[in-house]
């Protein structure tokens, strides 16, 4: 195991594809990192889980989340735009993973500050073979920001303010 005894990494999949979801999972649980996977199918659902609304009261904040851009309900792309303006939830990486090879899609999702884009393949073992990348690279390399959001507070001089950016504080 290359993380840290005894950590969890919590990760977060919104997928509304099945198959990809059911890959993804099997793929992150058989391999060396002690996590918990996740799984929510549509926009709606990924926020509801964020807040800890409804039946995600009690879920941990996840270290990672790994976003398709298109979902029903809810795009990917307000998702991401959710996440990334909101102080609680910015510092969470998110990746990118979805069949769309747009540069449109690419650039706006790097403006809306995603941490990588990945297209997914369509070949299974490319596939597989992308999913433990990510999982080597987001848990064996990076260093994650700590779980407690407390540190929010002292790095900003604010208390955490639902909905706004850090470049949006006042003072």
Known sequence: MKQSAGKVIDILVVEDN????RLIKEVLNENKIFSSIYLVKDGVEAMEFLYNKGKYKTVPKPDLI????N????DGRE???EIKNDISLQHIPIVIMTISQAEEDILKSY???ANCYISKPIDLNQFVKIIRS????????VK???KNTDWIKVYTGTEKQG???MTDKKG
Do not use: M
Request: net charge neutral; no cysteine; hydrophobic share 45%.
């Open 163 to 165: 909905s706004k950016r």
């Open 18 to 21: 099945p198959g990809d979801a």
């Open 66 to 69: 790994i976003l398709d851009l």
């Open 111 to 113: 403006n809306l500050h």
């Open 134 to 141: 990510i999982e080597d690279f987001w848990f064996s390399v």
């Open 79 to 81: 998702v991401l735009s």
């Open 71 to 74: 979902l029903p309900r809810k």
């Open 144 to 146: 994650l920001p700590p």
